[in-house]
């Protein structure tokens, strides 16, 4: 039996959000949506039609008593139906946790990349991110504010040869984050942000050819370790709280050091 943590500072208390993402317990997402319900949130938690067939939201969304309602992040129709749907007025925070390559998932080499799934993997880890935060500003559905987070990872600055055009995918979630962090902030104070999360054990994260492998060389080169996913569930939910107001339009690396470090000792085991 799942059981919600019960250490509590009701960061998030009279706050409601909205969770893209939550496939099963490996989902960042699903930590995520833990970690808000237990300081107090209450999430409207949501993922393509498809995934609440084949995964664990259900269960995720009856342990939370949270609202469930299917969307399909690529449709700017069903993003809208969706924001319109929540009950309870306006939202205070918003998670977008949406990532996936036919290329890598088909072991396309980067070299022979296939263009249409190129721009399917465009449109479902980074336009749906625009087309969300566009739909969210049209239909004001977003209160003063709040705050919009997306999970990236350091392959939008760094070459990763395995990580496909998913890094390509991240580089252009991240800029939507800075421009589209202007307007909503000038126009409603809203803050939107990206986190860069260490290489975790997710569903699609553990696709990637040879992942065991850099997973176990990240948390070596990282003075910390590995960032878990429960972790990012902390940040993610200080993040949305008032205790930062005024952070917006930034990349947060949230990986335990590893952004910042050239060599360390102890992958050569010195």
Same mark, same amino acid.
């Not at 990872?153 to 496909?164: K, L, S």
């Not at 421009?179 to 942000?193: A, D, M, P, Q």
């Not at 878990?228 to 200080?238: I, K, L, M, R, W």
């Given at each position: 039996?799942? #059981?919600?943590?019960?250490?509590?500072?009701?960061?998030?208390?009279?706050?409601?959000?909205?969770?893209?993402?939550?496939?099963?317990?490996?989902?960042? $997402? =699903? /930590?995520?949506?833990?970690?808000?319900?237990?300081?107090? @949130?209450?999430?409207?938690?949501?993922? @393509?039609?498809?995934?609440?067939?084949?995964?664990?939201?259900?269960?995720?969304?009856?342990? *939370?008593?949270?609202?469930?309602?299917?969307?399909?992040?690529?449709?700017?129709?069903?993003?809208?139906?969706?924001?319109?749907?929540?009950?309870?007025?306006?939202?205070?925070?918003? *998670?977008?946790?949406?990532?996936?390559?036919?290329?890598?998932?088909?072991?396309?080499?980067?070299?022979?990349?296939?263009?249409?799934?190129?721009?399917?993997?465009?449109?479902?880890? %980074?336009?749906?991110? /625009? #087309?969300?935060?566009?739909?969210?500003?049209?239909?004001?559905?977003?209160?003063?504010?709040?705050?919009?987070?997306?999970?990236?990872?350091?392959?939008?600055?760094?070459? !990763?040869?395995?990580?496909?055009?998913?890094?390509?995918?991240?580089?252009? *979630?991240?800029?939507?984050?800075?421009?589209?962090?202007? /307007? !909503?902030?000038?126009?409603? #104070?809203?803050?939107?942000?990206?986190?860069?999360?260490?290489?975790? =054990?997710?569903?699609?994260?553990?696709?990637?050819?040879?992942? #065991?492998?850099?997973?176990?060389? $990240?948390?070596?080169?990282?003075?910390?370790?590995?960032?878990? $996913?429960? %972790?990012?569930?902390?940040?993610?939910?200080?993040? !949305?709280?008032?205790?930062?107001?005024?952070?917006?339009?930034?990349?947060?690396? /949230?990986?335990?050091?590893?952004?910042?470090?050239?060599?360390?000792?102890?992958?050569?085991?010195?």
């Amino acid at each position: 039996m799942l #059981k919600i943590p019960v250490m509590s500072n009701q960061l998030l208390a009279n706050k409601r959000g909205i969770i893209f993402g939550a496939l099963d317990e490996q989902s960042i $997402a =699903w /930590h995520v949506a833990e970690k808000c319900v237990s300081q107090g @949130a209450k999430i409207t938690l949501t993922n @393509a039609p498809v995934a609440l067939r084949m995964g664990k939201i259900m269960e995720l969304s009856e342990k *939370l008593h949270a609202e469930l309602i299917g969307a399909d992040a690529t449709s700017v129709e069903d993003l809208e139906n969706l924001l319109t749907e929540i009950l309870g007025g306006k939202i205070d925070f918003i *998670l977008h946790s949406i990532g996936m390559s036919l290329n890598v998932r088909k072991g396309k080499h980067y070299t022979d990349t296939n263009y249409d799934f190129m721009q399917k993997t465009f449109d479902i880890s %980074a336009i749906s991110f /625009h #087309k969300l935060m566009q739909s969210a500003l049209k239909l004001d559905a977003i209160a003063d504010g709040g705050s919009i987070l997306a999970l990236t990872y350091i392959a939008a600055q760094r070459v !990763f040869p395995d990580y496909g055009e998913m890094a390509e995918s991240k580089a252009l *979630l991240e800029s939507f984050a800075r421009s589209f962090g202007y /307007h !909503f902030g000038t126009l409603k #104070k809203v803050r939107v942000n990206t986190i860069s999360q260490s290489p975790t =054990w997710t569903t699609a994260g553990s696709g990637v050819k040879g992942f #065991k492998e850099f997973y176990d060389y $990240a948390d070596k080169m990282s003075p910390l370790g590995n960032a878990s $996913a429960d %972790a990012c569930g902390d940040y993610c939910v200080a993040m !949305f709280s008032d205790l930062t107001k005024m952070v917006t339009m930034q990349n947060l690396y /949230h990986d335990g050091g590893f952004s910042t470090m050239g060599m360390n000792p102890a992958v050569l085991n010195i």
